[in-house]
């Protein structure tokens, strides 16, 4: 199959997100896939220019080797305003070259504009459209004002897709609440590759690099810190502590809006010791990371954008036998529930205090071989598998209907 996917984020410098780990494998099976992305980080470059050209570019793999994709990405204007007018029009022109140059035989989306017009010129050109949510699209607009007009495009992706793929049960009802014909909605979890994390031993080597002790009880966090993320606290409450709390550490791997912020309170605490932050590091080593760290975080804030998503990295930290302290977020608490390794606290600054009780508790391990165990059933084989299967199904239909 040719499958032509449309984000609105970068997909070279983000990730690896859901989209990386399905359609890299499924290049690996020998598909072929043509991503058309958009420069979500444009406003931090140094000189941005005013107008950013139409570029072809070879996306290294960020999961699987050897499955390097073709990213285009059109021209765009940079201006605040503006450059969501000329991605409904540079992305659309786009979308309309890839259906006669490309010929997909199937069309995937993850954003809002760019699916919008996606949809229409698929159905134009009978070719299925999938729509895959992994977040409630339009709270990510960050005008409060667009938010409105954005869950009315939302609303219409999902009622005019040929599947509403979900990444988890609390989206699936969702998009059904949105307009998503219930036949057509289905959830499509995030996966596991147990043999990836099994195989790295205890971290040592991580551990080392960072001057990080055998004796000291590591938190752990990756990924985007946002300002809703909840580190910010924690990493008040870390330095805070004393006693039981000395030989705390906090190990961040990532990027985003507050690691400055985060960096800054750090240096200022003269904390840079147990602070230890690390820019992103290729998907690769992340199971060595995650070996290094006792206890795994997701200490987001309870707002509306966190209220029905279930990040990629729960599956990830627990697929390396790794106990979660999260906030008791909606989504999160439906997918993994009480018992299978996820730990529940109702405010961040409460984890540092949650994770010295269960350390002390002597527990750690008992709730990461849980965690464990609850997702050896999310085999990304498995998922791979039944997503190529969807796909599948929706071309031969239309190959059926002429």
């Given amino acids: 199959m040719r499958i032509l996917v449309l984000q609105e984020s970068d997909w070279i410098e983000r990730g690896p997100h859901q989209s990386h780990h399905l359609l890299e494998r499924m290049v690996q099976r020998g598909h072929q896939v043509r ?12 000189s941005p220019g005013v107008i950013a050209p139409r570029k072809v570019l070879k996306s290294l793999p960020k999961v699987i080797e050897g499955s390097n994709i073709t990213v285009v990405r059109p ?6 305003i503006l450059e969501y007018a000329s991605l409904v029009v540079s992305h659309g022109l786009e979308i309309r070259r890839q259906i006669e140059e490309f010929r997909p035989d199937v069309i995937l989306g993850f954003g809002l504009l760019n699916a919008f017009a996606g949809i229409r010129q698929a159905r134009r050109a009978k070719i299925p459209f999938v729509y895959y949510l992994i977040d409630e699209l339009h709270r990510l607009v960050p005008q409060a004002a667009f938010r409105g007009l954005a869950r009315i495009l939302e609303q219409s992706n999902v009622r005019r897709a040929s599947l509403v793929l979900s990444i988890n049960q609390a989206l699936r009802d969702y998009s059904v609440a949105m307009g998503a014909v219930p036949e057509k ?33 590591v938190l752990f966090f990756m990924g985007w810190v946002y300002p809703f993320s909840g580190l910010l606290e924690v990493v008040a409450a870390l330095l805070a502590g004393s006693g039981s709390r000395n030989n705390a550490k906090l190990l961040v791997v ?10 800054r309170l750090a240096m200022e605490r003269g904390a840079e010791d ?3 932050m690390v820019d992103f590091r290729p998907f690769g080593e992340i199971p060595y990371y995650l070996a290094s760290a006792d206890v795994c975080l997701l200490p987001a804030h309870q707002v509306r954008m966190m209220e029905n998503i279930v990040p990629i990295k729960m599956y990830e930290y627990l697929a ?21 390794g996820v730990v529940y606290v109702d405010s961040p600054d409460q984890v540092v205090a949650m994770a010295t009780k269960l350390r002390h508790d002597g527990v750690l391990r008992k709730l990461g071989q849980e965690g464990q165990t609850f997702v050896s059933k999310n085999d990304w084989n498995s998922i791979v598998e039944e997503f ?6 929706l071309v031969r239909d239309r190959a059926t209907e002429g």
């Fill in 254 to 263: 990532g990027k985003g809006d507050s690691w400055n912020e985060i960096a």
């Fill in 320 to 340: 390396a036998g790794k106990p979660v302290i999260s906030t008791r977020l909606p989504g999160v608490f439906r997918e993994f529930g009480e018992g299978h």
């Fill in 75 to 80: 021209a765009a204007v940079r201006t605040p």
């Fill in 274 to 276: 147990r602070i230890k």
């Fill in 388 to 393: 190529e299967s969807d796909l599948k199904a």
């Fill in 35 to 46: 991503v058309i992305d958009f420069e979500i980080g444009w406003r931090k470059n140094a």
């Fill in 185 to 217: 909605a289905k959830v499509l979890p995030a996966g596991v590759d147990l043999e990836r994390y099994l195989s790295v031993g205890n971290g040592s080597e991580i551990r080392k690099r960072h001057d990080i002790q055998s004796e000291d009880f």
